[in-house]
């Protein structure tokens, strides 16, 4: 078949097998140009297949040597229909982290289900034997409670009143105004169910009752702030009270390990265009001006240079990693220094139609996002049978 990007409200509905894999390869000839780093041998990521996961999941095998586990929910090729992309990538990271020698497999699996961590645990043991640093870096509008099987759907929405902006539609460059209605209660509660701590802390205390958490293990999970401009829809909103349960579970996960030598961490990450960040509302806008302020000052990262230096300058480099005042790692030190913050409200006012491409990088928005499913290399005939 011939594969080529179908785009359906921001969201990429295929991938390209070649492309998720160069997608994986570069990451990994970015790891190994930095060095090698010390870090942890043993590592399980839930929801490494895909953005912040992934680009952790390669720091840790190719910066420091180590074997892992991954479990994502992602879609298996047919003989029919392309797999999506998160299959594709975390299939090519395993390939090529055992051809380097090291433990590789991923669970492709409902990583918010009982009998997952069961089957996870089981591999931990036959695999690695223990871990020593757990990721959770899950992204998903849905989650079952494995208890009762109730679904629950998270939503993006202000909390309280009715939050208006300019949006933009990444693709076609198309402005627009959006209003969102305020979630009622009962959706921000199941944002928190979906999005917060309460899965990371089963999957921790899983792990420590059958014993797989090494002695000084660590745990990580991944959070947002962002700027005052998406404050009411984002960190005000339902998926910032969910962020808030995370990192108030961080702080319950860390006094659980710290008496074994272990430690839990929530890290502040820089937005990015992943799967996940390209259908809050608004973001994409905010996205491409700040992609275009931060490359302009030579400050812009991706997935994989955030990842490095969580673990060569804060996880693993050889001190107590800096916190802020609510204990969280801030890996978004550079997208809110007070300068790029300054420039991204002088610049916000002023888009319309006509500048939009100057002042803010939907070129480079528009290719990372293409090349997250396998899109957009040059250096690959998309034109050909695969
Ligand atoms: P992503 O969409 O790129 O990846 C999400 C991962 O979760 C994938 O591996 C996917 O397979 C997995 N997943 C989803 N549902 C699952 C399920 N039921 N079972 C198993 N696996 C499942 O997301 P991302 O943007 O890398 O986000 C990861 C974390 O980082 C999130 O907590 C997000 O809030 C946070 N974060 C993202 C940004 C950003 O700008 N993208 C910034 C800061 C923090």
Redesign the pocket.
Known sequence: MIIEPMIRNNICMNAHPEGCELHVQQQIDYVRSKGAIPGPKRVLV?????????ATRIVAAFGAGAGSIC????REPSAKRAGSA?WYTATAFDERARAAGLVAETIF????AHETRRYTIERIRELLGSVDLVVY????GLRIDPDTGEQYRSVLKPLGKTYSNTTVDPMTGELSQVEIEPATEEEAAATEKV?GGEDWQLWIRALEAADVLAEGSMTV????IGPELTRPVYREGTIGRAKDHLEQTARDLDALMKPRGGRAFVS?????V????AVIPVVPLYLGILYQIMKQRGLHEG?IEQMYRLFAERLYSGTEPEVDEQGRIRLDDWEMREDVQAEVNRIWPTVNASNLNQVADFEGYRQEFLQLHGFGYPQIDYSKEI
Do not use: H
């Open positions: 839930i929801g490494g297949s895909a953005g912040y996961g992934l479990v994502a929910f992602e998160g699996a409902d990583a918010f870096s899950l992204a998903s999005m999970a991944y959070s947002y502040v990450n820089k937005a990015l992943t799967r996940a960040s997935c």
